[in-house]
């Protein structure tokens, strides 16, 4: 007595047929009678096998991310709290096992709502699904662009230098190491494509640590920052310092005088052409 389909609500009744609406919301194996009238006897039984519902995604926030982790809302229906998970594929996820996010670490889980940490390191574009349980029908996809994090600097070494070229270390964070490039702006480098120290001339490229040789011949206050290929986000700034290059010299002419006025010609390297004196 507890489900049954009443004559009322037959669309076809024959001696032979019967055809109505059932409603069946719970997965599972059951079992249909007919009874003509209540309290009467049933017929003999014929197998019914109901299936889980295909889980649905509406839409996901946010639809674009920058790479790392963050928390993803994937809203929909159908969606089995017990055992829902996020699936997602694309670059580095080829498959639909391949980067899943199961059940257990959803911090929201409710029939029209899934929300969860996803870490994806690579960008790209990647397809959001919903899985009742690993092996069954995947929902619709959803679109989600990961953008490429953006590169952080956390100290450089030397932080002053004497005018020259010299060697900078570069500490920091999400440094690509095909195409990390080191970027100075200051004197005689007024935009951020004036002075640049490209990819292929750094001697370490790690996703922490970039080094490499840094030509700077004007003194004064630089500021240095990394960018993942040209034209991309610039990192924060650390500032460098470069010092005026000491004069040198490397000989004199004449090395012998007569006591009195005489003419001096000294040869060297480093002389500022505004302020230069001897001594």
Do not use: M, W, Y
Not at 45 to 55: D, Q
Not at 134 to 155: E, K, Q
Not at 250 to 272: E, H, Q, R, Y
């Amino acid at each position: 007595t507890s489900c049954v389909v009443p004559n009322g609500v037959l669309t076809t009744k024959t001696s032979t047929r019967l055809v109505g609406p059932v409603t069946i919301t719970t997965p599972g194996t059951f079992t249909i009678q007919v009874q003509n009238g209540s309290g009467t006897t049933l017929s003999n039984g014929a197998s019914l096998t109901v299936n889980p519902p295909t889980p649905s995604i509406s839409s996901i926030s946010p639809t674009t991310v920058t790479a790392g982790t963050f928390s993803l809302t994937v809203n929909g229906s159908n969606f089995n709290t017990s055992n829902a998970q996020i699936v997602v594929t694309g670059p580095n996820c080829p498959t639909t096992t391949s980067c899943v996010v199961p059940n257990s670490v959803l911090t929201t889980k409710t029939s029209n709502q899934l929300v969860g940490p996803v870490t994806i390191n690579t960008a790209g574009s990647f397809t959001i699904q919903v899985q009742n349980g690993s092996g069954t029908t995947l929902s619709n996809g959803a679109s989600l662009t990961v953008n490429p994090s953006t590169p952080s600097i956390s100290s450089i070494s030397p932080t002053t230098v004497t005018a020259g070229t010299f060697s900078l270390t570069i500490n920091g964070s999400n440094f690509n190491t095909s195409n990390a490039q080191i970027v100075v702006t200051g004197p005689n480098c007024p935009t951020t494509t004036s002075c640049v120290v490209p990819n292929g001339v750094l001697t370490t490229r790690t996703s922490n640590q970039l080094v490499g040789p840094v030509t700077i011949n004007t003194p004064g206050s630089f500021t240095v920052q990394v960018q993942d290929g040209s034209g991309t986000t610039l990192s924060n700034g650390a500032t460098l310092t470069v010092n005026a290059a000491a004069p040198s010299i490397s000989n004199i002419s004449p090395t012998t005088v007569t006591a009195g006025t005489f003419s001096l010609t000294i040869n060297g390297s480093n002389f500022n052409t505004s302020n230069a004196q001897i001594v």
